[in-house]
């Protein structure tokens, strides 16, 4: 059976330095990420998901947080 999703997503822009934007391009190379805004996107979804998911433990989490703030973002 298949079910018919109807739902838009929609995006807006979020502005980092160049030189980040450049670093993280770097960073993500051959990793299967087609660009930096889906990487990005990943990362916030993963530090903003259900803290008591069973799917990322405390030390992912503590990793993707530490992740993101030597990316610049948080």
């Known amino acids: 059976m298949r079910v018919k999703r109807e739902s838009k997503i929609t995006f807006t822009s979020v502005s980092i330095?160049?030189?980040?934007?450049?670093?993280?391009?770097?960073?993500?190379?051959?990793?299967?990420?087609?660009?930096?805004?889906?990487?990005?996107?990943?990362?916030?979804?993963?530090?903003?998901?259900?803290?008591?998911?069973?799917?990322?433990?405390n030390y992912e989490t503590e990793m993707i947080k530490r992740k993101l703030k030597e990316l610049g973002y948080v």
């Open 17 to 57: 330095p160049t030189a980040l934007f450049k670093k993280t391009e770097k960073h993500i190379e051959n990793t299967g990420f087609p660009s930096v805004s889906s990487y990005v996107a990943f990362l916030l979804r993963m530090v903003l998901s259900d803290r008591k998911s069973s799917d990322t433990s």
